[in-house]
């Protein structure tokens, strides 16, 4: 990927549910790589953007543009190889294995006969071996534990290997030296694949420590986009999120 040309744009973006706007007036740019933390209290509008940002929920006004082209007028394969939503996993989930989760996140890619490629049994394994995982590959992902799950969630997104991921709470069921982990491997991914990825998470301290910019979402709806030292410096930051 081009350095230069991945970048995600919002111009003016109001997003919300039902015509109703939750928040409106969103302007920011993001240019590869860049690791960027999203927070802010909840039902502020969050998980509401990453899943605007994704297609996955349409926007009331503005447009979202990626490498200078509005991704409103993709079809969801296209999109699906542009840009990855991961979220918290659901509890109610099929007995499928670990290795046949992660491995959906390749379906964007596969043929016309839906049948993954060496290649793609190769990026498969290296996204559930880079969350320590691969001894769980054959396990059903409803026989492990809410931690080692969400590690395999974790690992789908990564196979899925788009310019831009966008992770919700992808830390929720995670012990300390598991978060600390994943921090490690999204910041080195960030740099290997030059990509842009967006964490939404009430772990502040690990954020503060690795994100490169943040956006935070204040009770006024305003949002504020920048390095993650000018808006640690901020009066709204040091009430809500200094400890």
Not at 82 to 87: C, P, S, V
Not at 126 to 153: F, H, N, P, V
Request: hydrophobic share 40%.
């Amino acid at each position: 990927m081009n350095q230069t040309q991945n970048t995600l744009e919002l111009q003016n973006i109001s997003i919300g549910h039902a015509g109703h706007a939750l928040i409106e007036n969103i302007s920011l740019q993001i240019k590869a790589p860049c690791l960027i933390g999203l927070i802010g209290n909840n039902g502020c509008g969050k998980t509401t953007l990453l899943k605007t940002l994704s297609g996955l929920q349409k926007k009331i006004t503005g447009d979202i543009f990626y490498k200078g082209q509005e991704i409103s007028i993709l079809s969801n394969k296209e999109l699906s190889k542009i840009i990855t939503f991961g979220f918290a996993f659901n509890s109610n989930t099929f007995p499928i294995s670990v290795y046949e989760l992660v491995s959906m996140g390749r379906y964007p890619y596969i043929n016309n006969m839906a049948t993954l490629t060496k290649a793609d049994y190769k990026i498969v394994l290296e996204a559930i071996d880079i969350l320590g995982i691969l001894y769980l590959k054959d396990k059903l992902i409803t026989a492990i534990s809410e931690g080692e799950r969400q590690k395999a969630y974790i690992a789908k997104a990564l196979a899925q290997q788009t310019p831009v991921l966008l992770l919700d709470e992808p830390t929720a069921f995670l012990d300390y030296t598991s978060k600390k982990q994943f921090f490690k491997t999204v910041k080195e991914n960030v740099v290997a694949q030059n990509v842009i990825t967006i964490v939404s998470s009430h772990d502040i301290d690990f954020l503060s420590r690795n994100a490169d910019y943040l956006i935070m979402i204040q009770d006024d709806k305003t949002v504020v986009f920048d390095k993650t030292e000018t808006i640690m410096r901020s009066n709204y930051y040091g009430r809500h999120f200094n400890y």
